[in-house]
């Protein structure tokens, strides 16, 4: 099996695990899986949604069981809106039934969504069972499959209610994103160029040079091309490296941090990504078009408080127009998605804790207190109405 490798390594965990990356990995994921995890785990939980499981779900079956893994399969609702308690009580209910034990693993295949419910109900699952990662779109890839992060959205928030509980290993076959609709490619370039944004020059380099020469809207079309493939792999490697540094270095994202290697800077863009997918229900944007929007919002803000220059606000804001097109905000209530901000998890005390932009690569923590309401408004106004995207 021909791949790339990230490792990641956590100390005060005394926990190391792999990520790998490369082309048609899925018929050999069983013999991944093997190295990954314990020699008495028997009894496998692969969890996978309708949309996915079709697709890849009879190839890392059929793999798992050539390796002797007893394979149960359980299969939730494709979107954003099933990641709640329902569908967590749902899977916890499946795990019991089939008797999993403490030996034995969680198997998540699919997107982020199908990753944090996984993650979660093998997190809080007879206190904690083993648990692999095949992510299949991008965002997932570069993002939500590293770190650890699991959990479910609730009425009073996105991803309020969670755990941190690290993977066993994680496989990335770019393969599978050769299927991906267009949105959910758009979704995952969003959250590559937000990475790039707060890494340095080199990665948000990379990710533009990438937008431009393989546009998201046509990119199943290079899937026979060796040197997009290539690209591929080294631009998803790169993006995994930058967030595996910042988990080892702040795994549980430690609320007395400010610097600018604290896990908070990942949550650039989030704030008010959060708040467009609370407020609509978690049913118009797809996470990583959330994102997008919170990206420009960001960077507004920061150019409004003389915190970053115009020319690299101007700069962002080309590349993000290489993602592709985000849903119309014009009809969300400006109103609600400003009272939605007082639900973000990045408020710390009374305090919400913005995460802006001193210049690429340079990401800057400000306390709510150093920022008005007025100027707040004023940039979510110019954002959400203005289509700066």
Not at 186 to 204: H, M, P, R, W, Y
Not at 233 to 249: G, P, R, S, W
Not at 303 to 332: A, C, S
Request: proline share 2%; with cysteine; charged share 25%.
């Amino acid at each position: 099996m021909k791949s790339k490798k990230v490792s990641v390594n956590l100390q005060n965990e005394a926990h190391e695990y792999d990520i790998e990356i490369g082309h048609d990995l899925l018929d050999a994921s069983g013999e991944w899986a093997r190295k990954c995890l314990a020699l008495k785990t028997s009894k496998v939980a692969l969890v996978s949604n309708v949309k996915v499981f079709p697709l890849y779900g009879a190839a890392v079956k059929n793999s798992f069981e050539k390796q002797g893994y007893e394979v149960s399969v359980y299969l939730m609702k494709d979107g954003e809106k099933h990641k709640n308690f329902r569908t967590l009580e749902s899977i916890l209910k499946f795990f019991s039934e089939q008797k999993l034990t403490r030996t034995d693993a969680v198997v998540a295949l699919g997107g982020g969504v199908v990753g944090d419910l996984a993650g979660f109900a093998a997190a809080i699952f007879l206190r904690g069972i083993a648990f692999l990662q095949i992510p299949t779109t991008l965002l997932a890839m570069i993002d939500s499959s590293v770190g650890g992060k699991t959990g479910v959205n609730s009425d009073f928030g996105k991803n309020l209610l969670g755990a941190f509980h690290q993977p066993n290993g994680v496989l990335i076959d770019v393969a599978t994103l050769k299927t991906l609709a267009r949105r959910e490619l758009t979704a995952g370039f969003c959250e590559a160029v937000k990475q790039g944004a707060i890494c340095d020059a080199n990665l948000f380099d990379q990710t533009a040079e990438f937008l431009k020469y393989f546009p998201p809207h046509k990119l199943n079309k290079y899937f026979s091309n060796e040197k997009f493939i290539s690209s591929l792999e080294d631009l998803i490697q790169a993006q995994i490296t930058f967030k595996a540094q910042i988990v080892m270095q702040d795994e549980k994202e430690n609320v007395e941090r400010i610097d600018e290697k604290s896990r908070k800077i990942l949550n650039f863009g989030h704030t008010l990504a959060h708040a467009l997918e609370k407020v609509t229900d978690y049913k118009r944007f797809k996470h990583g078009e959330a994102v997008g929007y919170g990206i420009l919002f960001a960077a507004e803000l920061s150019k409004t408080l003389d915190i970053l220059d115009e020319n690299k606000l101007n700069l962002l804001n080309d590349v993000m127009r290489r993602v592709g097109e985000l849903p119309d905000t014009q009809n969300i209530s400006l109103e609600k998605v400003f009272e939605a901000f007082a639900f973000d998890k990045k408020t710390i005390g009374k305090s919400l804790q913005w995460i802006l932009l001193e210049d690429i690569g340079k990401p800057k923590i400000v306390g709510g207190k150093d920022v008005s309401s007025a100027i707040v408004y004023e940039t979510l106004k110019k954002v959400l109405r203005d289509n700066l995207n």
